[in-house]
């Protein structure tokens, strides 16, 4: 199979900063879709610059979009990436490889994940492997997981070696809007679930601190890692506010 018969998708929104970077990462690929969350900034115009098919949809959640980007593309394969992702020379020529290897319906990919310019080497951080790419008629995700969403797929899988670089986070206000967004949603997947909320206020975020900086070794990080991991506690703890919020607004 060629790099012709790939579709690589993107999910955007507001992602001027990100999206022409990413796209150029992906111009091997066959076909690129960028699926546009009704984004308000240059976004779009950056993407048409390039040779891309875009399609909006508004945004319902992570998973509802990218089965509906699985029904748009048109190849085989589809790579999965994020604006702010970048898929290098090494591994693009990894995929080609990969999709043409017989019994193996997707591919775990490593990532590298930057966060305050730093390359986060511990705290789970690496190698973070990530299902991004699969066969498009054999893949589906879960719509009741709202996020940190994760496709079922019919048949075996495999693991590359050559990571995607991710760019995740330069500064406060980049975590701050990602993360609550983030515990919105999963404080909405547990509520639907019928969790209720006790302890789990302070047990939950400081046992994830735990695993994180100490287990996982975090501190091998240096102030980056303690920093990081402080804060996915912090957004651990909002999520169940968030939940216990939903419980007082549902209707006696």
């Given at each position: 199979?060629?790099?012709?018969?790939?579709?690589?998708?993107?999910?955007?929104?507001?992602?001027?900063?990100?999206?022409?970077?990413?796209i150029?990462?992906?111009?091997?690929?066959?076909?690129?879709?960028?699926?546009?969350?009704?984004?308000?900034?240059?976004?779009?115009?950056?993407?048409?610059?390039?040779?891309?098919?875009?399609?909006?949809?508004?945004?319902?959640?992570?998973?509802?979009?990218?089965?509906?980007?699985?029904?748009?593309?048109?190849?085989?394969?589809?790579?999965?990436?994020?604006?702010?992702?970048?898929?290098?020379?090494?591994?693009?020529?990894?995929?080609?490889?990969?999709?043409?290897?017989a019994?193996?319906?997707?591919?775990?990919?490593?990532?590298?994940?930057?966060?305050?310019?730093?390359?986060?080497?511990?705290?789970?951080?690496?190698?973070?492997?990530?299902?991004?790419?699969?066969g498009?008629?054999?893949?589906?995700?879960?719509?009741d997981?709202?996020?940190?969403?994760?496709?079922?797929?019919?048949?075996?899988?495999g693991?590359?070696?050559?990571?995607?670089?991710h760019?995740?986070?330069?500064?406060?206000?980049?975590?701050n809007?990602?993360?609550?967004?983030?515990?919105?949603?999963?404080?909405?997947?547990?509520?639907?679930?019928?969790?209720?909320?006790?302890?789990?206020?302070?047990?939950?975020?400081?046992?994830?601190?735990?695993?994180?900086?100490?287990?996982l070794?975090?501190?091998?990080?240096?102030?980056?890692?303690?920093?990081?991991?402080?804060?996915?506690?912090?957004?651990?703890?909002?999520?169940?506010?968030?939940?216990?919020?939903?419980?007082?607004?549902?209707?006696?």
């Amino acid at each position: 199979m060629s790099a012709a018969e790939l579709t690589a998708i993107v999910l955007t929104k507001n992602e001027e900063a990100f999206i022409g970077g990413c796209i150029e990462s992906l111009l091997w690929a066959g076909e690129i879709i960028i699926i546009d969350s009704l984004s308000s900034d240059n976004t779009i115009e950056i993407a048409h610059s390039y040779r891309v098919t875009v399609v909006q949809h508004p945004f319902a959640n992570f998973a509802e979009q990218r089965n509906f980007a699985l029904n748009v593309a048109n190849s085989d394969w589809v790579l999965f990436v994020d604006a702010d992702e970048r898929i290098t020379p090494d591994l693009a020529s990894e995929i080609k490889k990969a999709v043409n290897i017989a019994g193996i319906s997707g591919w775990w990919i490593p990532r590298m994940n930057f966060i305050f310019g730093c390359w986060m080497r511990n705290a789970g951080m690496y190698p973070d492997y990530q299902l991004r790419l699969m066969g498009r008629t054999t893949s589906t995700y879960n719509p009741d997981q709202f996020v940190h969403e994760r496709p079922t797929i019919a048949g075996e899988c495999g693991y590359l070696k050559n990571p995607i670089l991710h760019f995740a986070y330069s500064n406060l206000a980049e975590i701050n809007q990602s993360q609550n967004m983030y515990a919105r949603f999963k404080a909405n997947m547990l509520f639907n679930q019928g969790f209720k909320p006790t302890h789990h206020f302070f047990t939950a975020p400081a046992h994830l601190f735990f695993r994180r900086f100490l287990l996982l070794q975090g501190y091998k990080d240096g102030i980056p890692g303690l920093k990081w991991c402080f804060l996915l506690a912090y957004y651990h703890f909002l999520t169940y506010i968030s939940l216990a919020h939903l419980w007082l607004r549902k209707p006696a």
